[in-house]
């Protein structure tokens, strides 16, 4: 089984997307699930997650704990033996879920694999294809759940580039990341992407260098 985790907070123009992207994945449903972890919004969010219980796993944080222990607490309540992490602004094509299944299904020597993505911008429209090697992002990746408990999962003391931290310390382990070339992974633009928040990215990274002398 194949565990879809999804963390929002205060994406409740969003969110809807997202989760109806990783019901319409054409892995049998019996094959996955869907996590979906309100880390505390304020907004609509709680009302509209209320319409998708009855089809997802819905987790209500009672305060905010941040992306990284929100992520955390999907692992820990995640049934598939394998994870892939979907963010509340972006989405999937139907047929990455599958892919990712089945090539870690036929070769159990490789620990995750990563799909590509496109940027599209609010409307949904293509801007670029972008390669998952090149320009690695947290979300799109297939983990195999295991591995992850074996490093210790996220570093919840990470605001931001707690992904770059994590594959840090999975190369360490000796794990691999393989890459599938084909954009199955919707990455959205929009003004609340936390890669634009410049203070929080750069002392971010600062404690990156820090923790793993870079």
Excluded at 23 to 51: M, Y
Excluded at 85 to 101: C, G, K, M
Aim: charged letters at 25%; hydrophobic letters at 35%; a negative charge.
């Amino acid at each position: 089984m194949v565990s879809i985790i999804i963390t929002t907070y205060n994406y409740a123009q969003y969110i809807e997307r997202a989760i109806r992207s990783a019901l319409d994945q054409s892995l049998s449903k019996s094959d996955f699930e869907i996590i979906v972890v309100n880390d505390a919004s304020t907004d609509a969010t709680p009302q509209i997650l209320e319409n998708y219980s009855d089809v997802a796993r819905v987790f209500n944080l009672p305060e905010n704990v941040g992306l990284s222990a929100a992520r955390n607490f999907g692992i820990r309540k995640a049934r598939g033996q394998n994870i892939v992490f979907l963010d509340a602004d972006d989405y999937l094509h139907s047929e990455s879920v599958r892919v990712q299944n089945l090539f870690l299904n036929e070769n159990n020597a490789f620990d995750a694999v990563a799909i590509d993505y496109f940027l599209v911008n609010e409307r949904g429209q293509h801007i670029e294809h972008v390669s998952a090697n090149e320009k690695p992002i947290a979300c799109g990746i297939m983990f195999r759940k295991d591995h992850l408990y074996n490093i210790g999962l996220y570093d919840e003391s990470f605001t931001s580039r707690e992904e770059e931290d994590l594959r840090i310390r999975w190369s360490n382990a000796g794990y691999a990341i393989y890459h599938i070339p084909l954009p199955l992974y919707r990455y959205r633009m929009h003004e609340g992407n936390m890669t634009k928040d410049n203070e929080r990215m750069s002392n971010s990274q600062e404690q990156l260098n820090a923790k793993h002398r870079l």
